[in-house]
């Protein structure tokens, strides 16, 4: 693909904080460089979405809140319960894990059920919703059922990691892959690992509408440089 520019690459990043031990100090941080450089979104656990949204008030940056993160293990109303209370706290985006077990299991109706549940409820507040299936876990025969399930209920993306498997991001092929699969049905958001510009390109190229990234700061940083990005 053409080269992006800075800008345009940024719009495309949902700027990423999601480690335990985050303190409200650094969402404060990672919310004021979203605004520097303008990224679609900070991504933050439910319990600062509170805070992102005083930190953000006035600005273009969305704010994603994870649900089920980063198991997908929990009941399907705990998850409801999660969602409902984040964008009630001013979030507009909800990146939800699937039930990964049920998916390996062949539960497929109960795993299409908890994702429907979530899906409603952004429904409900106009928010967008992403379903994690946490492909570094799956074969590519479950890749394609649980993206399958997450196109049947009308899901806005479907998602690649949530970067807490080891040596388990996003990688190109499963991009790849996941395009050939849902084609036009749902956006494709690829998280986990993705450092460079390099990288993001890569994904963009291989079919991602969306990049979850950590290290969007460092990046755009490096970008600044001259000739990097040739």
Known sequence: MEKLSKEELARKIDHTLLKPEATPEQIIQLCEEAKKYRFYSVCVNSRYVELAKRQLDGS?????????????????????????????????????????????????????????????ICRAYGAICKVIIETALLTNEEKERACNLVCEVKTDFVKTSTGFIKDGGATVED?????????????????????????ALAM?????????????VKMMEELEKPNLSE
């Open 204 to 216: 963009l190229e291989a079919g991602a509408d969306r990049l979850g990234m950590s290290a969007s």
């Open 60 to 120: 273009l940056v969305k704010i994603c809140s994870v649900v089920g993160f980063p198991l997908g293990a929990m009941d399907t109303e705990a998850k409801a319960y999660e969602a409902r209370r984040a964008l009630l706290e001013g979030a507009d985006e909800i990146d939800m894990v699937i039930w990964v077990g049920g998916v390996k299991a062949k539960f497929d109706e109960e795993v299409k059920r908890d994702i429907q549940r979530v899906v409603g």
């Open 175 to 199: 991009v790849k892959l996941m395009r050939g699969i849902v084609g036009d049905r749902a956006k494709i958001k690829a998280a986990g690992g993705i450092r460079t510009y390099k990288d």
